[in-house]
């Protein structure tokens, strides 16, 4: 347990649906993230909250939609999706952005679009 | 610029034998150095870190991980592996968010 709770675990929608993807962090950190792990690829970084402000947005589709109504709290909306965007989608947390400190990760929320 | 490397896509090990997971890393200053593993099906895990001080760091699970500044490396070792430590291992540096494909370890039984 990492103090980084997602749900939905696991989440099969169609490509007209609207679902959201949500984090909750009770460990006090300022920072958030979201990742997205696909088969064979790297871990790409989403999009990053720093004190409920995004900082980062790595050229992701405007069908994922981010929303960080609070510190603790992080959510991904999804709307029109692809299947190539199936894929485990991990949040995180750390204290600070920009400081050296361990990130702790959800268990991740498996998408599968069909 | 900053960065690191890990120069080993896939690495298998006798369980029982000694292992490592090799990192080396590029930066000007001091670096952070952190190694996560993550469990299939699982998120990352935090195994341990190197800020500053002892260059042999202890971490989660019987892991620890070697600082070679010389080396400019940071290899991550068990002495004896478990079948359970089959997973897949990240390298990071301080201020790096993202985490490459890191190195898919096996232990055979």
């Known amino acids: 347990e990492t103090g980084v709770t997602q749900t939905p675990r696991h989440l099969v929608m169609g490509m007209t649906n609207k679902k959201s993807l949500k984090c909750e962090q009770h460990?006090?950190?300022?920072?958030m993230y979201w990742y997205k792990q696909s088969a064979k690829k790297p871990l790409e970084l989403m999009f990053v909250y720093n004190f409920k402000e995004q900082t980062e947005n790595n050229s992701v589709p405007s069908r994922f939609s981010p929303e960080c109504p609070n510190s603790s709290h992080l959510f991904l909306h999804l709307h029109t999706l692809q299947p190539e965007d199936s894929a485990l989608y991990l949040c995180?947390?750390?204290?600070?952005?920009?400081?050296?400190?361990?990130?702790?990760f959800g268990e991740g929320s498996w998408l599968t679009v069909v | 610029a900053q960065s690191v490397a890990q120069p080993e896509d896939q690495v298998n090990v006798a369980e029982g034998n000694p292992l490592t997971v090799k990192c080396t890393y590029s930066?000007?200053?001091?670096?952070?150095l952190f190694w996560y593993v993550q469990y299939p099906n699982r998120g990352l895990q935090f195994l341990l870190k190197y800020i500053t001080g002892d260059n042999l760091v202890k971490g989660s699970y019987g892991f620890e991980a070697e600082f070679n500044k010389s080396q400019t490396s940071f290899h991550l070792k068990k002495p004896s592996a478990l079948v359970s430590d089959s997973a897949l291992y990240f390298c990071v540096m301080r201020g790096q968010l993202t985490f490459g494909s890191g190195t898919q370890l096996t232990v055979l039984p």
């Open positions: 995180a947390s750390s204290p600070d952005k920009l400081a050296p400190n361990t990130i702790y």
């Open positions: 460990l006090g950190h300022n920072a």
């Open positions: 930066v000007s200053g001091n670096p952070y």
